[in-house]
């Protein structure tokens, strides 16, 4: 599986329904709203290269919403270290 990190800038009143959008297209596995440069950033695995052109130009750039990416294709993995707890900022126990 090949990973691809996209850094996602939209119109801020819409990065709710942004998010939700891109978290529909199956080649996405997590959506982040995050602080920063960018509003957005989603997880996308595919099994060739060639599948990125699909899902990242011909699909996310395509979510009405969008003003800019930023693509960044993971080369290795280091950890298996679980994503989710890596970006998470929830708080236990509640």
């Known amino acids: 599986m090949i990973t691809a990190i996209v850094m996602i800038s939209c119109e801020v009143d819409r990065i709710p329904e942004v998010a939700e959008t891109i978290a529909e297209i199956p080649a996405v596995s997590e959506v982040y709203s995050v602080t ?8 996308v695995r595919v ?3 060639d599948e990125f052109a ?13 003003v800019g990416t930023s693509t ?17 900022l929830g708080l236990e126990g509640e």
């Open 47 to 49: 099994k060739a290269h």
């Open 72 to 88: 960044h294709i993971a080369f290795r993995t280091y950890s298996s270290h679980d994503l989710e707890a890596a970006f998470s």
């Open 36 to 43: 920063g440069d960018a509003d957005l950033i989603a997880m």
């Open 54 to 66: 699909d899902v990242i130009a011909d699909q996310l750039n395509k979510v009405e919403g969008i």
